[in-house]
């Protein structure tokens, strides 16, 4: 929402900023939900066949809007690129929206079972310094793994 009213104001008001700003948003919408593609793509035809033709400086709107879009796009892609692989980072999204078959005895659990909720052990291992992993074996130093436990 952000990155079309954004963009029909830039239209209205021949604005560089609000049409790279919008560019931006749009490619943040992508980094955070892959669906949001199919938006981008119809903003950036709409953009290339009817409104870049009639802008002044339309080269350098064009390099902004694209240099602006890019940097989140390319951050993120290359992080995926950089930390699954090619085939891991193509396969990743085929591969997250494949949800775990319901089972009889979960509640919507990814698959868990109800009963077997981990939260006391959690708070356990949270209250003893056992659930960071430090630098050797050190409870304070190191990164949190807490998403292990979630």
């Not at 669906?35 to 870049?52: M, N, Q, R």
């Amino acid at each position: 929402m952000l990155a079309v009213a954004f963009y029909l104001r830039a239209w209205k008001k021949q604005d560089r900023v609000r049409m790279s700003a919008a560019f931006l948003a749009m490619a943040g919408g992508m980094v955070a939900h892959h669906s949001a593609a199919p938006y981008a793509i119809f903003l950036a035809i709409h953009y290339l066949v009817a409104v870049f033709p009639s802008r002044r400086d339309r080269w350098k709107e064009l390099a902004s809007v694209a240099g602006v879009a890019s940097a989140p796009l390319l951050a993120w892609f290359g992080w995926r690129l950089a930390a699954y692989g090619v085939h891991g980072a193509l396969a990743a999204a085929a591969k997250a929206t494949k949800a775990a078959p319901a089972e009889s005895h979960s509640a919507g659990l990814g698959g868990r079972p109800a009963d077997c909720g981990d939260s006391a052990g959690t708070r356990q291992r949270l209250a003893n310094g056992t659930a960071w992993r430090g630098v050797e074996g050190s409870p304070i130093l190191g990164p949190p793994e807490l998403s292990i436990y979630l």
